[in-house]
T-cell receptor, first 110, second 113 residues
Framework: AQSVTQPDIHITVSEGASLELRCNYS??????LFWYVQSPGQGLQLLLK??????LVQGIKGFEAEFKRSQSSFNLRKPSVHWSDAAEYFC????????FGAGTILRVKS | DTGVSQDPRHKITKRGQNVTFRCDPI?????LYWYRQTLGQGPEFLTY????????KSRLLSDRFSAERPKGSFSTLEIQRTEQGDSAMYLC???????????FGPGTRLLVL
């Protein structure tokens, strides 16, 4: 069965610093992978997705993610974090339905 | 394109009451999904529709839950005899057929007292 693990429950970074959020997946075939962001009390917004091809995927708001099959990882990165990036981030995989990780809460300190 | 909409956004009810939530998907999206999200967790799949056909239901969807999509457009999720454990955010998403990307609505937050 598919599963997604986000090892970090909370991460705090300083504004302007770089960010990496970790995601590990378990899936037998080539996975479809997603990162969503959720602001408090809101629905989920798609940041980026990976289906195949180039393993470095660009998304909205300056985010990117890299698919590494050998590590079963799909980590999300941003070179310079803004205070407005504070939110909860979910990694997910798809196999006729989305299976989400537990999420990572990002705090940005000024 | 107005996005996925859900109504109501918030619902407070007493234990034992019935509640119904509505989801309007993006126009022409054939697939519609319901998820439940509890505090500190990622969303969990409940059920999905391809047009009006309900194709899969999670074991999370007890017999107190029922979902419909009668004309293949909007969908309703009803919870009968609500329990405090039903308190959660209920999220709806839609996608075109043969596309894996799902677009989410703002959710309905349910509080059962």
């Amino acid at each position: 069965a598919q599963s997604v693990t986000q090892p970090d429950i909370h991460i705090t970074v300083s504004e302007g610093a770089s960010l990496e959020l970790r995601c590990n997946y378990s899936y037998g075939a080539t996975p479809y992978l997603f990162w969503y962001v959720q602001s408090p009390g809101q629905g989920l917004q798609l940041l980026l997705k990976y289906f195949s091809g180039d393993t470095l995927v660009q998304g909205i708001k300056g985010f990117e993610a890299e698919f590494k099959r050998s590590q079963s990882s799909f980590n999300l990165r941003k070179p310079s974090v803004h205070w407005s990036d504070a939110a909860e981030y979910f990694c997910a995989t798809y196999g006729n339905k989305l299976v989400f990780g537990a999420g990572t809460i990002l705090r940005v300190k000024s | 394109d107005t996005g996925v909409s859900q109504d109501p956004r918030h619902k407070i009810t007493k234990r034992g009451q019935n509640v119904t939530f509505r989801c309007d998907p993006i126009s022409e999206h054939n697939r519609l999904y319901w998820y439940r999200q509890t505090l500190g967790q990622g969303p969990e799949f409940l059920t999905y529709f391809q047009n009006e056909a309900q194709l899969e239901k999670s074991r999370l969807l007890s017999d107190r839950f029922s979902a419909e999509r009668p004309k293949g457009s909007f969908s309703t999720l009803e919870i009968q005899r609500t329990e405090q454990g039903d308190s959660a955010m209920y999220l709806c998403a839609s996608s075109p057929t043969l596309e894996e990307t799902q677009y989410f609505g703002p959710g309905t937050r349910l509080l059962v007292l």
